[in-house]
């Protein structure tokens, strides 16, 4: 689910910018960006997102800024005093000149020492505090943006169980056309004198039965009923919700396959289309 929150805390002379945004995914998939100093803490901060965020690919980064003159690393001096005796006698037994010691001593292990200091507690504590109040205000977007997605949700419903009500009209004229249809073309393979009314108007009766879409109408109205009433309960989520949207898609298939006239095809096409935005929409819901 789409959504946005950043917080900045202040350490001595750090300081510490949470941030972290999301767009939609069907699994949780965290990418983060921290610095080496709190590299140790990533599966504690790993945690804290799983908790808030069930679903969703989010960028979680921290930053820090004013770290003042710190050095992060030291020249090990004996170190390399000791490397460069040992060249330069080398050097000079075997004769060589024009040496680059300082480029040949610079690519030897343990000449750099790491002063980078190590995390304390308190500085922890400041950085999930930080952390914790960028996922308060990532959920609040969350929850902001979920009241546009319900009203979106509800409209888009609307709209399906409106277009189910213009198809009655278009079926009523589909039936009776097709009935006519069928009369004229068993009289003209038989003869209008040599058709059985009695025999005729059984097998009318058998295929308009097959191109009835009453069944499917009162299906597609419960289901889109119980999209609204599970929206709007308390045990909502976007997996329960992508159910009952298949099941929508089923009876609007359906709808389609049994019109067998082209206004009807025009508002099932219609459908399909608010349905398949439904279908988006739900990705942004947990």
């Known amino acids: 689910m789409t959504g946005y929150g950043k917080a900045v805390a202040e350490f001595e002379k750090k300081q510490i910018t949470v941030e972290m945004r999301s767009v939609n995914s069907k699994q949780l998939d965290v990418n983060m960006r921290i610095p080496g100093l709190y590299r140790e803490k990533e599966l504690e901060l790993r945690q804290l997102i799983a908790q808030k965020a069930e679903r969703g690919k989010i960028d979680f980064s921290v930053s820090l800024d004013n770290q003042g003159d710190e050095k992060s690393v030291a020249l090990n001096r004996h170190l390399v005093k000791a490397y460069f005796h040992e060249l330069q006698t080398i050097t000079m037994e075997t004769g060589q000149h024009h040496v680059d010691y300082v480029g040949i001593i610079s690519k030897l292990p343990e000449i750099w020492n790491n002063t980078r200091p190590e995390l304390t507690e308190q500085e922890w504590l400041m950085l999930k505090h930080a952390a914790e109040k960028a996922l308060h205000l990532f959920d609040d977007f969350r929850i902001a943006e979920g009241e546009n997605l319900q009203h979106d949700l509800r409209q888009r419903i609307g709209n399906i169980q409106k277009l189910l009500s213009e198809i009655r009209p278009h079926e009523v004229r589909r039936t009776e056309a097709y009935k006519l249809r069928l009369e004229q073309k068993v009289k003209d393979a038989v003869g209008a004198d040599f058709v059985d009314a009695n025999r005729l108007e059984q097998e009318l009766i058998y295929y308009i039965e097959k191109i009835d879409i009453t069944e499917e109408k009162v299906r597609l109205t419960s289901h ?35 019109a067998n006239d082209a ?16 279908k988006e929409q739900l990705l942004n819901i947990l």
Do not use: A, H, W
């Open 224 to 258: 889109c009923n119980y999209f609204i009433e599970t929206m709007q309960g308390p045990d909502n989520n976007g997996r329960k919700l992508g159910f009952i949207s298949q099941e929508i898609g089923r009876e609007i298939n359906t709808i389609g396959s049994k």
């Open 263 to 278: 206004e009807m095809q025009k508002l099932v096409v219609v459908m399909k289309d608010e349905l398949e935005k439904v």
